[in-house]
């Protein structure tokens, strides 16, 4: 089993930036996927960015060129850095893992384990 614990949510104004951080435990292996996505109300989960063996990345289309997803393997922590946040950034992110995958992940059914989620507001 694989714990993830996210934290560094909270209330920004637009323009703003935050970072979020995703610990994980338990039976954590050095081949991994990791992910970012976010759930607006009323939305569906999507896609914020992707990080496999702390080294390749991807983003969603929408966050490309703001958000910077990084992992620190010998803390088991990824890090989302936020910068340039809008009002539509505003939703529960929650961190997602799958272990043994040397592939970047873009779709929620494909990772095993899902942190509880920390919400992100971005006022205007």
């Known amino acids: 089993q694989v714990q993830l614990v996210e934290s560094g949510g909270g209330l920004v104004q637009a323009g703003g930036s935050l970072r979020l951080s995703c610990v994980a435990s338990?039976?954590?292996?050095?081949?991994?996927?990791l992910g970012w996505f976010r759930q607006a109300p009323g939305k569906q989960r999507e896609l914020v960015a992707s990080i496999t063996s702390g080294v390749t990345t991807d983003y969603g289309d929408s966050v490309k060129g703001r958000f910077t997803i990084s992992g620190d393997n010998a803390k088991n922590t990824v890090y989302l850095q936020m910068n340039s946040l809008k009002p539509e950034d505003t939703a529960v992110y929650y961190c997602?893992?799958?272990?043994?995958?040397?592939?970047?992940?873009?779709?929620?059914?494909?990772?095993?384990?899902w942190g509880q989620g920390t919400q992100v507001t971005v006022s205007l």
């Open positions: 997602a893992a799958r272990r043994f995958s040397v592939c970047v992940l873009y779709h929620a059914e494909e990772y095993e384990y």
């Open positions: 338990g039976s954590i292996f050095s081949i991994y996927a």
